[in-house]
C-alpha cells in the first residue's frame, strides 16, 4: 500500500521559507517520478512540481518557478520542497503524491497534506 506522509508547514510571514518533506513507503520510491501539488478550500488542486526518479528533470509551475525547490533523498525514501520568498497566495494545503498517480493537480493517491499559511 502506498503511503505518504507530509510535514513541514507552519504558518510563516510573507518572504519567509519552509522546507516540506513527504516520507514515502509502499512502493519503490527510487524508481518513481514524484509531484507536489497544492490546494486551498473551495477550488482544485494545482500541480506544483515535478521530479523525476533520479532527482533529475525538476519542473514548476509558473507561479512558484525561481522560488521553490523540488528535490529527493531515494536512500530516505524522502520528497522535499523548499519553499522561499512566499508570498500570500502560497497558502495553501501542500501535498505529495507519485506523478504516475496524478492528471495535473488531480492525484489518486496522495497524503493527508500538511498546511502553509503564509500571513503578517
Known amino acids: 500500500e502506498v503511503q505518504l506522509v507530509e510535514s513541514g508547514g507552519g504558518l510563516v510571514q510573507p518572504g519567509g521559507s519552509l522546507k516540506l518533506s513527504c516520507a514515502a513507503s509502499?512502493?519503490?520510491?527510487?524508481?518513481?517520478?514524484m509531484t507536489w501539488v497544492r490546494q486551498v478550500p473551495g477550488k482544485g488542486p494545482d500541480w506544483v512540481s515535478t521530479i523525476g526518479p533520479a532527482g533529475l528533470s525538476p519542473t514548476y509551475a509558473d507561479s512558484v518557478k525561481g522560488r521553490f525547490t523540488i528535490s529527493r533523498d531515494n536512500a530516505k525514501n524522502t520528497l522535499y520542497l523548499q519553499l522561499n520568498s512566499l508570498k500570500v497566495e502560497d497558502t495553501a494545503m501542500y501535498y505529495c503524491?507519485?506523478?504516475?498517480?496524478?492528471?495535473?493537480?488531480?492525484?489518486?493517491?496522495r497524503g493527508q497534506g500538511t498546511q502553509v499559511t503564509v500571513s503578517s
Open positions: 503524491a507519485r506523478t504516475v498517480d496524478c492528471r495535473g493537480g488531480y492525484c489518486s493517491v
Open positions: 509502499g512502493f519503490t520510491f527510487s524508481t518513481r517520478a
